[in-house]
């Protein structure tokens, strides 16, 4: 079965500084790998996602993921983030050639000013 | 182009009753999958459908249903409902069942009091 760890549930951090939010997953075939933004009383948007090739993965709003085979991550990064990236982080996977999506628990980043 | 439409935004029942929840995906997606979030959840995969079938389903109880229309909407319904459906509950849609990513609604709170 596969599973998502999202380690951390509150990022708090300043504005203009850097961020990580870490991702682990656990699955015995390939997956899929996607980070979803979430904004109060919205649904989810797709922040990037990895299928195959390069390991870097350059989305939205200046976020990038790297994926990770053999530590089994995918961690979510931004080298400056504003008030505006307050919001709800998911990561996610789902099987490859199939698209039933298991979400990580969410982490929640605050950008403080 | 308008994405994924839910209604109605908000639902309050009482236990006991029974919740219906509509889906519009974006025009020419053939596939809609249903999710439940919970407080302290996180998002649960429920239903997938794609051209009109139910393709996979998640361990919730069979209280909860649906079905995908001609037209590719699609309902959800819950009945004999609990005070644990409190829920947001979100409706994603695809162009196909092969098709990668997932474009996300707004959500439908359900309150059940």
């Known amino acids: 079965a596969q599973s998502v760890t999202q380690l951390d549930s509150q990022v708090p951090v300043f504005e203009e500084a850097p961020v990580e939010l870490r991702c682990n997953y656990s699955s015995s075939v390939s997956v899929y790998l996607f980070w979803y933004v979430q904004y109060p009383n919205q649904g989810l948007q797709l922040l990037l996602k990895y299928l195959s090739g390069s390991t870097l993965v350059k989305g939205i709003n200046g976020f990038e993921a790297e994926f990770n085979k053999s530590q089994t991550s995918f961690h979510l990064r931004k080298p400056s983030v504003h008030i505006s990236d307050t919001a709800e982080y998911f990561c996610?996977?789902?099987?490859?050639?199939?698209?039933?999506?298991?979400f990580g628990t969410g982490t929640r980043l605050k950008v403080l000013a | 182009e308008a994405g994924v439409t839910q209604s109605p935004t908000h639902l309050i029942k009482t236990r006991g009753q029974q919740a219906t929840l509509r889906c519009s995906p974006i025009?020419?997606?053939?596939?809609v999958y249903w999710y439940q979030q919970a407080l302290g959840l996180g998002l649960q995969f429920l239903l997938w459908?794609?051209?009109?079938?139910?393709?996979n389903r998640g361990n919730f109880p069979p209280r909860f249903s649906g079905r995908q229309f001609p037209n590719y909407s699609s309902e959800l319904n819950v009945n004999a409902l609990e005070l644990e459906d409190s829920a947001l509950y979100l409706c994603?849609?695809?162009?196909?069942?092969?098709?990668?990513?997932?474009?996300f609604g707004q959500g439908t709170r359900l309150t059940v009091v």
């Open positions: 994603a849609s695809s162009l196909d069942s092969m098709n990668t990513e997932a474009f």
């Open positions: 996610a996977v789902s099987l490859s050639g199939t698209y039933k999506y298991i």
């Open positions: 025009s020419g997606h053939t596939s």
């Open positions: 459908y794609d051209e009109g079938e139910e393709r």
